[in-house]
């Protein structure tokens, strides 16, 4: 694995399905994966019930199926598949880079393309806000009123002139 990335990939903690009170933890690192579990209960049998926890290899967990079938009732067969994607070595790099430097990135863009950035996850969707929110709206009417003069002008078979967010802003 890349040596840049975190300790820990993935962390998740959640209650079992109802009625099930108890508590549990999935944690996948550079090299293991490890869920945890607590026991909650009224119940005089369950009370002695101690915490408890597995550790697998990334490897180990790919063969473990009543695991990945615990994991999957618990937490749903979305982080059931991110983590097999993690434990396959298969990272989102994009979703692991800082906001500053994806708001740098971003800026590259045209509005059209962020807007359909944001569609791909939550923290997209809360840069564009960010974005959208941080720029008057005249910078996006004027912008858009120069993309659409350009298309006019121009003619239809003549490139139109892209204009990014940092364009007219100092």
């Known amino acids: 694995m890349a040596s840049w990335l975190p300790e820990t990939l993935f962390e998740i903690v959640g209650q079992g399905p109802a009625p099930s009170k108890d508590y549990y933890q999935l944690l996948v690192t ?10 909650i209960s009224l119940r005089s049998e369950h009370r002695s019930a101690k915490p408890g926890e597995a550790k697998d290899t990334h490897e180990e967990f790919l063969e473990n199926s009543h695991l990945q079938v615990q994991i999957a009732l618990i937490f749903g067969a979305r982080v059931l598949d991110y983590v097999f994607n993690l434990c396959e070595g298969k990272f989102d790099f994009l979703e692991r880079l800082s906001d500053n430097l994806l ?9 059209e393309d962020i807007a359909r950035l944001s569609q791909t996850s939550r923290r ?29 002008s121009e003619g ?14 100092t």
């Open 124 to 152: 997209f969707a809360k840069l564009y806000i960010f974005v959208y929110e941080s720029f008057p709206m005249t910078t996006f009417a004027i912008m858009e009123f120069k993309l659409m003069e350009g298309k006019m």
């Open 156 to 169: 239809s078979l003549s490139p139109v002139p892209v204009y990014h967010l940092t364009d007219g802003i």
């Open 30 to 39: 550079r090299s293991q994966v490890i869920f945890r579990w607590w026991k």
């Open 103 to 111: 708001l740098s990135i971003i800026s590259y863009l045209d509005l």
